[in-house]
Each structure stands twice: as structure tokens, then as C-alpha cells.
């Protein structure tokens, strides 16, 4: 769709998860919206710290607690992935008000979620102008995962789906970007790469600090330059880990973290927001991942990348497995292969 399009008059807040992964899902929906001339504002603090990368959006941070209805009430349109500080209110009779004024939206939203009046509500306060434009988004239900997909479809496949058709955005495309700051350039250090070995669920999702070492051993010895970085709560821990051996990049935020990887050679990483970074840069990914299912829903998948899984999962005392049976050699061979990809 022509940017140059005439802008819609309806105005649209788009209010993100708190996560980097669902961060960069809703910038694509918001981008997309933009694109099909709606006056969208995308809400949320990883968004916020992206916002240079993201020059064509208007794009805040979220409202101190308490004042998200202030911020809200100039919308004509609410669509709202409740983050992490509201969903920790967000029952009883809050939720009630909420969810007749914002549409609450989810990968797979809760029932409660769900309110069957919003359409009729919203055409009584709007000018008929203003809910004509949004009319065809109305029904689009509170889950993205609005019905099932074929196997082996990724978050993003299914984002653009709802786009489609619970949306009404006819042109609705996966084939968006972050654009960098000029002063960068696109794998200026082909040969660096990164190594980000942490989560936000280190207890489910991250292989073993001893295997991310030894893969980085593997790929200096095949002439890579391996960096390690991690979030700063863990920088103490991956400073005593590495001992010195490798070089531990530290950054504040996003943006900084951004910079680094757009310049990068390509990314190693567990199931984690690091892996979607790099893939809306274009830069290629190895995801570790703990199940034997390399097409797994959320998986990254806007630029090049390939999934290891364990070689088989033992089931023992109600947990998984699975660490030991990915191998070092497994994820520099991945790297290669992935490297080798036109």
C-alpha cells in the first residue's frame, strides 16, 4: 500500500505486550495499519527504546501506572495486548470497564477477554464518519490465533492471517523492517558473532552456559569472532562464567543492543526476544530450542534462520531432558549452513 495514501482520520492506539518478541509482532501490526492510512500510535517501553528504528510511527512509552485511561481517552480506537502491569490488575471489575472501552487482543486470549457489544457501543459514540473506518476491524475477536493453522505456520504467518482477515487489511504483509540509523551499516563485521545465551525463562528455555562456551571455541577455531551478550541483570553472572575468554558486550538497552547485532554476521541464541530482534533486522539467527520441533509457533521467522533441537528429549520426574542432547558441533554446523543460504 502507497505510504502516500491519504491518513484515515480515525485514530488508533496499538498498546504492546511487555515482552521484545510481542514488541516487534505488534510493530509489524501497527506498521501495517499505518500502511492502510489509519493515524495509529504504538504504545510500549521496548518500542519506545526502538523508536529511531522506527521513523514513520508515532510511538510513546507506556503511561505511568494509573493513567493509562488519560492516555487512552483521545483514541477513537483502542487495541490493547494488556502489558505486564495491567494484566497483573486486569480482573473483576476492572476488567469489566476495560474491556468495554479497549479491545484486549492476545496470541490466544482469554474468554473473560471477550465483550460481544464493543461494535455497538463504539458506533454509538463515534461519529458515523469515524466508525465507518473502523467498522471492518471491529469483529476481529480477542485472539490472534483466531483459528488453526497448518502446521509448521510462525507467530508472524498468523499475525498476518488476522491482519487479513479479522483486520480487513487486504494488503496486510510480513515484509517489514526495522530501519537502522544511518551512521550503521548492515553486517559491517561478517565474521562476528553473537552469542546471547539467556531468556526470560532460563529455567525452561536456555541450554547450558558450559555448551554456549564451548560453541564459541568451535567458532573461533573456524575463524568467527563470538561475543557474548546477555541482559544486564546477568552481566555479574556471564562475567565470571566467561573469565575473560571471550569478549562480554554490555548494553543498557534495546537500542544499543540493536546497533550491535544490525553489524553483526549473523546471531546464536535460545528461544528468546534476541532471536526475533536479529530476524526483523535480517540478520541470520540459530535458535536452541528445547522441544524436537524446528517449526515451532514462535520461532523467528522474518529473515533467514534455522532451529536446533535436541537429537531426543528424555522425559524424567515430570521435566524434559534435553539439554545434553544438543551439541556444539550441531550449532556451528547450523551456522554454517545458514551462513552458506542465498
Not at 19 to 44: F, K
Not at 239 to 253: P, V
Not at 259 to 268: D, K, P, R, V
Not at 269 to 280: E, V
Amino acid at each position: 500500500m502507497d505510504d502516500r495514501q491519504k491518513t484515515i482520520t480515525a485514530r488508533i492506539a496499538l498498546v504492546s505486550f511487555s515482552s521484545l518478541g510481542d514488541g516487534l509482532v505488534y510493530y509489524m501490526l501497527a506498521e501495517n495499519l499505518r500502511q492502510h492510512g489509519y493515524d495509529i500510535t504504538l504504545y510500549g517501553d521496548i518500542a519506545y527504546q526502538l523508536r529511531d528504528w522506527m521513523p514513520h510511527l508515532k510511538v510513546r512509552p507506556y503511561p505511568v501506572d494509573g493513567k493509562f485511561d488519560v492516555a487512552m481517552s483521545q483514541y477513537h480506537h483502542v487495541i490493547m495486548s494488556p502489558p505486564n502491569s495491567l494484566r497483573r490488575v486486569l480482573s473483576g471489575e476492572y476488567l469489566e470497564q476495560a474491556k468495554r472501552k479497549w479491545l484486549l487482543l492476545c496470541q490466544k486470549a482469554p474468554q473473560a477477554w471477550c465483550y460481544d457489544h464493543l461494535i455497538q457501543d463504539l458506533k454509538q459514540k463515534l461519529p458515523a464518519s469515524v466508525f465507518s473506518q473502523l467498522e471492518p476491524m471491529l469483529a476481529c475477536g480477542s485472539s490472534i490465533r483466531f483459528r488453526k493453522f497448518p502446521r509448521g505456520s510462525s507467530l508472524v504467518d498468523v499475525c498476518v492471517a488476522f491482519m487479513r482477515e479479522r483486520l480487513g487489511l487486504q494488503h496486510a504483509t510480513r515484509d517489514v523492517s526495522l530501519h537502522a540509523p544511518e551512521h550503521l551499516i548492515y553486517r559491517r563485521h561478517p565474521q562476528r558473532v553473537v552469542i546471547s545465551p539467556d531468556s526470560a525463562w532460563p529455567e525452561k528455555k536456555d541450554w547450558m552456559p558450559s555448551s554456549f562456551v564451548k560453541t564459541a571455541r568451535l567458532l573461533q577455531a573456524h575463524g568467527y569472532q563470538p561475543v557474548f551478550t546477555v541482559a544486564p541483570l546477568n552481566h555479574q553472572r556471564w562475567d565470571e562464567i566467561l573469565q575473560g575468554e571471550f569478549m562480554h558486550a554490555k548494553f543498557s538497552n534495546i537500542n544499543e543492543l540493536a546497533s550491535f547485532i544490525y553489524e553483526s554476521g549473523a546471531l546464536i541464541c535460545n528461544d528468546s526476544g534476541s532471536g526475533h530482534l536479529a530476524s526483523i533486522l535480517r540478520v541470520p539467527v540459530v535458535t536452541v530450542y528445547r522441544k524436537r520441533n524446528r517449526e515451532f509457533l514462535w520461532r523467528p521467522s522474518w529473515g533467514k534462520g534455522i532451529v536446533v533441537t535436541p537429537r531426543f528429549v528424555l522425559p524424567w520426574l515430570g521435566e524434559d531432558i534435553w539439554r545434553p542432547f544438543i551439541r556444539p558441533v550441531d550449532v556451528l554446523r547450523a551456522l554454517q549452513e545458514l551462513i552458506q543460504k542465498k
